[in-house]
C-alpha cells in the first residue's frame, strides 16, 4: 500500500489523461504552432509520486496529441478549404500522424501528487510540408536572407500559402517580433486564391516570411 497522500481527485480518476478547460486545441499563426493542452492524472496505486510521474506524462502527452489530432481537420488551406479534405490521402494522413505524435513540449508541469499537465505543438511548416514538398535550396545555396517582413497582407491566415509562387516557411502577426526588426520588408502587391505577390521579389525557398496584417 503506497505510503503517499492520495487526493480525492486521484482517488476519482486513478491513473487517466485528461483536459482543462483552457487545454483545447488552437492554431497560434504568430509562433507558427498549433497547440493543445492535456493533464495526466497520477495513478494512486503507484508506490511513490516518482513512478507516478512517469505514467502521468504519458498520459498527458496522449491527451494533448489527441486533441491536436481532433484539430488538424478544421485548419484552414490555401486556395480554399480546410485540411479535412486533405486527409482522404493516405499518405498525407500518415505524414500528419506522424506529425501529431511528434509533437513538440511547448511546456511541461509536474505537480506534487505525481501528475502532470503539459503543453504541446504541432510545427504549422510541418504540416504545410506533409501536404507539399520539403523546401528545396536553390544551386546557390543558402544564400536568401532568413527572414523577409511582408507588409499589406490582407489574405487570411492559411496553411500553404504561396509567396510569389512557390511554397515558403510563413507566420501571421499583427506586430513585428522584436526577432525581426532588422529583417528586410517587402509589400504586398496581393492576395489571392491561396497565394501572395510581393511588388519586389525578395527571398527564396529558406526564407521565413513575416506576414503583417492579415485579417
Not at 507558427?32 to 504519458?58: F, K, Y
Not at 479535412?84 to 500528419?96: E, M, P, R, S, Y
Not at 492559411?158 to 507566420?171: L, N, S
Amino acid at each position: 500500500m503506497p505510503t503517499w497522500v492520495v487526493t480525492p481527485l486521484l482517488v476519482a480518476f486513478a491513473f487517466a489523461g485528461s483536459a482543462r478547460a483552457d487545454d483545447a486545441a488552437r492554431v497560434d499563426w504568430a509562433r507558427g504552432l498549433l497547440i493543445a493542452g492535456g493533464t495526466g492524472i497520477a495513478d494512486r496505486h503507484a508506490p511513490s509520486p516518482a513512478v507516478a510521474l512517469g505514467t502521468s506524462r504519458r498520459s498527458a502527452d496522449d491527451a494533448a496529441k489527441k486533441l491536436l489530432a481532433a484539430k488538424l481537420p478544421t485548419l484552414p488551406v490555401a486556395g480554399g478549404g480546410t485540411l479535412a479534405g486533405k486527409l482522404a490521402d493516405q499518405a498525407t494522413k500518415a505524414k500528419l500522424d506522424a506529425i501529431v505524435d511528434a509533437a513538440i513540449t511547448v511546456t511541461a508541469d509536474p505537480e506534487t501528487d505525481g501528475s502532470w499537465h503539459v503543453t504541446l505543438g504541432v510545427p504549422l511548416e510541418a504540416i504545410r510540408q506533409a501536404l507539399a514538398d520539403p523546401r528545396a535550396l536553390p544551386p546557390k545555396g543558402d544564400a536568401d536572407p532568413p527572414v523577409v517582413i511582408v507588409d499589406g497582407v490582407t489574405a487570411k491566415p492559411a496553411i500553404g500559402t504561396q509567396i510569389d509562387g512557390r511554397g515558403a516557411a510563413t507566420i501571421w502577426v499583427k506586430d513585428i517580433p522584436a526577432w525581426a526588426k532588422d529583417a528586410p520588408h517587402a509589400a504586398a502587391k496581393s492576395s489571392k486564391g491561396g497565394a501572395i505577390e510581393l511588388a519586389k521579389p525578395d527571398g527564396g525557398p529558406a526564407t521565413l516570411y513575416v506576414l503583417v496584417g492579415g485579417k
